[in-house]
């Protein structure tokens, strides 16, 4: 059983910075797939960014290309999310997905059906 725990969430005005981590346990970090999805109120969960066990591949929604970036410290067992020039529509619940992939990864974890293992979520909020 794997438990992830965000954090990092919090109230920024648009155009700030936050940097959201996820740090889930277990001893097997560095062979999970990590993602990170976020629902705002009213609106279906969405996928914002993933990454596979090395950190050697990712894929990002298109809405946060240029301004999101996932990256992870297998060695610190943890996830992260850099969120740059945030905007107002940012505004969200933001949640980090795993599942177990030491090998074969491919697009289809950029889908919330790939994952097993969601954490509780932390939220972000962006004023304008």
């Known amino acids: 059983q794997v438990q992830l725990v965000e954090s990092g969430g919090g109230l920024v005005q648009a155009g700030d910075s936050l940097r959201l981590s996820c740090a889930p346990s277990g001893r097997t970090f560095s062979s999970y797939a990590m993602g990170w999805f976020r629902q705002a109120p009213g609106r279906e969960r969405e996928f914002v960014a993933a990454i596979n066990w090395s950190g050697g591949t990712t894929y990002y929604a298109d809405f946060v290309k240029g301004r999101f970036t996932i990256s992870r410290d297998n060695a610190k067992n943890t996830v992260y999310l850099q969120m740059n020039s945030l905007k107002p529509e940012d505004t969200a619940v933001y949640y980090c997905?795993?599942?177990?992939?030491?090998?074969?990864?491919?697009?289809?974890?950029?889908?919330?059906?790939?994952?097993?293992?969601w954490g509780q979520g932390t939220q972000v909020t962006v004023s304008s």
């Open positions: 997905a795993a599942d177990f992939a030491p090998s074969y990864y491919s697009s289809r974890y950029t889908h919330a059906y790939a994952y097993n293992y």
